[in-house]
């Protein structure tokens, strides 16, 4: 495999490649006919996730630095460059997307029936913009790929959403643009103190800032990401945004766009400011603010009647488990965060494909509508059942092994933070468990329910790979792990390096970043 | 060659494209009464009128390309800043009359004077950006503003119309009668009209202290009203609406941007020096219109006046490179006023569209459902709302970008972030548009839909608009390098903002 990588000099265009094929496709769906688009769609999607496979043998973990690097100029005036770079943390990010667009659209050939080459050209614009943001290493090329995946998210929500679909993708736009703004505001002070004239990676990573310096710019770029995860309080525009979505739109957010705020903290925030990501103010308010999530978002989504509701509480609880593994600044805390990132991808992005086929077979998401669903359908209530267990994250499943590693990792540094977490675990079973009993088992006492369809061979397919990377991920994780930990140890490097200065004088800025020994991409 | 001066030739040569451009006025002026003795509609005068902009461009390229000039103390520039200003005001003009064809020839007005006068009025400009002399400058804005008072009142037997002109001509004097005082005064205390003249009596210390004071307020409010910041901004919204709307389309974009180089040329070479003193009024006034523009933008039920306060909001963001006054930040207004001009027109051809070549259809409920009916020109509004956003992606962006780099590089963090969040703001009631063409079906039987009318003249335009709007906002360095130069040198002395750190 890797010979054939090799021949086809796969290093040096798969990045770009993964970026602009899918805008190729957007045009050749909207060229297509109305019947084609969607076939089209799937076609270049899965052509695009072929592609990508070949990094996980083409990535060589190495020293966790940027592989496959390359660096173009963009705007030369202002040092903008259009640099791509993969390392241990991006290539989960990547291959997840390009997986999940793949079986989102594939999930959504019978959800979506009017105006589809629109709908499907946006999600491949989509696509565009979000591997473009984990691929970028250049901080302005990453906020116009960042702000780029909102437009063709507002529509999705906003034309083919349920009843309160304005609200929703209105809300969602400007949560996001609010915190982003201010993340451009932040990025421009980094520039000019950085004083390199350069908006590389690197060059921000050396920037000269003081503690209270780090402090403000933390903030900015926190707001901004901490809307994307979303971290309690700034979580109200998910649900909303979750429910109204349609199914493969709430599939996409859920397993990838929300990804973007964390791998935001672990990419560009952690790194540039190292003081304040460890200022003791800093990590306790995160904490706190992680574990809340956790415990709250699972308190509410035990009293959600509508099924999709609750699995968007969900999603805040599990990004809860990310915000404390990373903020825990452990090795452990951070491969747990990354793996809850990942499982959470799959997990949540299955039940909201379980659910949408639902809608799709009932046109409601009511919890109670349902009941006695696993004696018509048994091969969905199994796929719907171990998606659920996922998500709880029963040992044996991607879940568990998320979960766990993100305890461990915050348990060695802060215990109390994560005994309270822990009862996150046992309250996802408290809200899980309840909803696959009455949408499954129960009498089935509603005449509607006795003609619930089995699985259609196409759903099938679309569930298949998400079930089995669920049970890899949670029997064998280490092929994942041996990845990413380079990379995670150097951001770990990064953030603990560059903290000499964490409790000093505010005033005297801080010493330069071990960063520094960490080997430049661009040479 | 090399303009010094040394014979009166020169002088016909420095002011070239408006001379060119002046001739061209008073033909298409006498075509037009010759044209309705015939009893045409007189689209043939728009399309001479628009040929002598493109004579005029001609020119201008001519200066831009081959010309130096004696000096940087002569009254009339022909630095490049004029001439990058000369390129906005031109391809202005040449939209709004654009789309004016086929509202004027609907709408029954007087097609020759109509287009005479954007053309007289584009002469103002072009004066207005060519001068370092205050009476110069003043008048080509009073030619300009008298052009623009007829334009707004143009359409006699619609009220909305005639009460625009009315209001805008009545306050307009008054702001002329204000900026007057102020370039009296300020002759009396430097001894000299000359912007080169003043700049050094400045930094010399040789002018009279007690009437610098005034002198700058008056100026200050003058030039404030023209660019429509708050609180001088109370006429801009009815006389937008009221205006025939390819007029507003002209005045929203050509006049304001004629206004803020004069604004720039006057702030950053003539006043440097009291970069202190005007600089914080100067802040309050772009807060002031960034926060007040876009707050009440977003109340609006007419998308015509919602556009009007959105370029209150424009004409803030444009301040805060005033009040930069830094190279970055003056390159960045340029530009800004170069991609400002081709989103506000473009989105005015929209609204021509919809408005059935009238002022029929402007309420935002009109646009409800618009995409399934019209989706290349609801793409089109689409893309044009995004870069008046500022979204990347967009020239919009870029232009907003730059104004912020410019900012930062002045370490003016509170301005910035005033940009940036009433930018959020601004997403509202952009995106409110969207929704209704994109997100809500076409309103049921028993609301009749008006026509939309996009004649072919104004598709071109659009999508050209649209194009250069997305490619300026993908690959803006050649644009973005212009600006740079046309900046290169203009200022005396450049100014040192206090470094006020977070």
Known sequence: MTELL?????????????????????????????????LVAFGWSVLVFGLSLGLWWAYDPGDGGFAMVSSATWIEPWGVGYSLGLDGISIFMVLLTTLTSALAILGSFEYVKTRRRAFYSLMLLLQTGVVGFFLATDVFLFYVFFELTLVPMYFIVGIWGGERRIYAAVKFFLYTAVGSLLMLVAILYVYFASDTGSFAYDAFLHAELSLREQLWLFAAFALAFGIKVPIFPFHTWLPDAHVEAPTPGSVILASVLLKMGTY??????????????????????????????????AWVAAVQPDAKKLVAYTSVAHMGFVVIGIFALTLNGLQGGMVVMISHGVSTGALFLLLGMMY?????????????????????????????????????????????????????????????????????????LPMVQRILFNKLDKPENRAFAELSRREIAVLGPLLALMIWIGVHPTPLLERMEPSLLVVLEQVEGGGAAAGADPIVSAAPSIGAEWGNPAD | MLLDYSSSLHYVLALLPEAVLAVFGMWVLLAGVSRRRSGGLGKETGWLALAGLLVAGVANGWLYSGVAEGGTAAMIAVDRLRLFANWVFILGAGFAIVIALPYVARQRLQAGEYYSLVLFATVGMMVMAASRDLMLIFLGLELMSIAVYALAGYNRRDRRSAEAGLKYFLLGAFASAFLLFGIALLYGAAGSTNLHAISEALSAGAAVEGLLGPGLALLTIGLAFKVSAVPFHMWTPDVYEGAPTPATAFMAAAVKAGAFVVLLRIFATGLDALHADWSGILWWVSALTMVFGNLVALVQSSVKRMLAYSSIAHGGYLLVAIVAANETAAAGLLFYLLVYTVMTIAAFAVVVSVGNQGESGNRIEDYQGLGARRPVLSICMTIVLLALAGFPGTAGFIAKYHLLLGAAEASLWKLAVILALTTVVSYWYYLRVAWYMWMRDAPAEGRPTGYVITPFATRVALVVSVALLVLAGIFPGAALEMAENAIRGIMYVAPQAGAAGL
């Open chain 1, 264 to 297: 935001g903290f672990v990419r560009f925030a952690l790194p540039f400011f190292p003081d304040a990501a460890q200022h003791p103010a800093v990590v306790s308010v995160m904490l706190a603010l992680g574990v809340v999530g956790i415990i709250y978002a």
């Open chain 1, 360 to 432: 799709e077979r009932r046109h409601t998401r009511r919890i109670e509508d349902f009941g006695g669903i696993g004696r018509v359908a048994p091969l969905f209530a199994t796929a719907f059942v171990v998606t659920a267990l996922a998500s709880i994250g029963l040992p044996g499943t991607s879940g568990f092994v998320g979960e766990f590693l993100a305890l461990l990792g915050t348990f060695e540094r802060y215990p109390i933070h994560a005994i309270l977490a822990a009862s996150g675990v046992v309250f996802a079973a408290y809200y899980m």
């Open chain 1, 6 to 38: 090799a021949a086809t000099r796969y290093e040096d265009w798969i990045l770009h490649a993964l970026i602009w094929l899918p805008l190729a496709g957007a045009a050749h769906v909207v060229a297509s006919s109305r019947e084609r688009a969607k």
